[in-house]
């Protein structure tokens, strides 16, 4: 099992060499690449040139950190056409990148919109029936996750277009933060590992809060029925979610692939909430 952190607390106030040795500093071996302005922007060209992948292997061999997976983020399911071409483009240029920093790795997200599901599905196959070959060409497997507001937030409808897919290097990012979003607030973690199965291979650790729960009062929006949808990314412990459940499925299934930190609540006390999640992580992995 690969035990990573993700950065995004690092991202605006650390530069990516002050990043790489932050994160091993707090005892990680692996990093998985979040987006971040300097090398993969949110839903732009890559910021990466020859000499910037020489950099980052240098600072990552000499931090003692080796890359999980990279996590390109791109509008590759419209609904807007110029913009889905342009995140192919840019998918492209991120699959060249993975290659050059040895990387087999990607994970991403669906991306479109729940408001516009059908339309997205259909620029989401578009982009795909593009990348495939380029993805197979490369050797890079890669790994989705359903993400509130995405055209798929359900882990059923994420597996449903796994399979669809039909190659046997795609495969499931299961994100803890949006275990509720997965199966409209029943949070049955146990029911969704067992449908997972081995396309399991990747999971996102962050406590989250029950969006369904005091009858769908836990977060109040005004006005009503405004299209917002949130959700939280909290040290393990501090929401709903039955991380008991989780963490024996998980040792069940004798779990093998990525096991990153993914909270994002306190860039304010950064190394505080790894350290917390790190112990609670490799306790209830069984890595201790």
Do not use: C
Not at 257 to 284: C, H, P, Q, W
């Amino acid at each position: 099992m690969k035990l990573a952190y993700d950065p995004t607390h690092f991202r605006d106030s650390h530069s990516l060499e002050e990043t790489i040795f932050k994160v091993a500093d707090m005892g990680y071996e692996y990093i998985e690449l979040s987006p971040r302005e300097d090398f993969l922007p949110f839903y732009k060209y890559p910021r990466v040139d020859k000499y910037k992948i020489k950099q980052l292997k240098k600072w990552l061999s000499e931090a003692g950190l080796k890359l999980s997976s990279i996590l390109p983020m791109q509008h590759w399911a419209g609904p807007d056409e110029d913009r889905r071409q342009a995140a192919v483009r840019n998918w492209k240029r991120a699959i060249e990148i993975a290659v050059e920093l040895d990387v087999d790795l990607v994970n991403s997200e669906f991306t479109g919109s729940k408001y516009e599901a059908q339309a997205s599905e259909e620029k989401f196959i578009k982009s795909l029936d593009e990348l495939i070959p380029v993805f197979e060409k490369e050797k890079v497997r890669l790994n989705l996750q359903a993400h509130p507001y995405d055209f798929i937030e359900t882990n059923t409808g994420a597996l449903d277009m796994i399979r669809a897919l039909d190659r046997d290097w795609i495969k499931l990012v299961y994100s803890v933060a949006h275990t509720f979003f997965y199966d409209d607030g029943i949070g049955d973690i146990a029911k969704m590992l067992d449908d997972a199965g081995d396309l399991l291979d990747h999971v996102l650790f962050a406590d989250t809060f029950n969006h369904k729960a005091a009858y769908g009062l836990r977060y109040i929006v005004n006005p009503p029925d405004a299209q917002v949808t949130v959700h939280q990314h909290l040290n393990i412990g501090e929401g709903d979610v039955d991380f008991d459940t989780l963490f024996r499925k998980l040792r069940e299934m004798k779990f093998d692939g990525i096991a990153t930190n993914s909270v994002f609540a306190y860039s304010d006390r950064a190394e505080e909430s790894s350290a917390i999640m790190l112990k609670k992580m490799k306790e209830g992995l069984g890595l201790v």
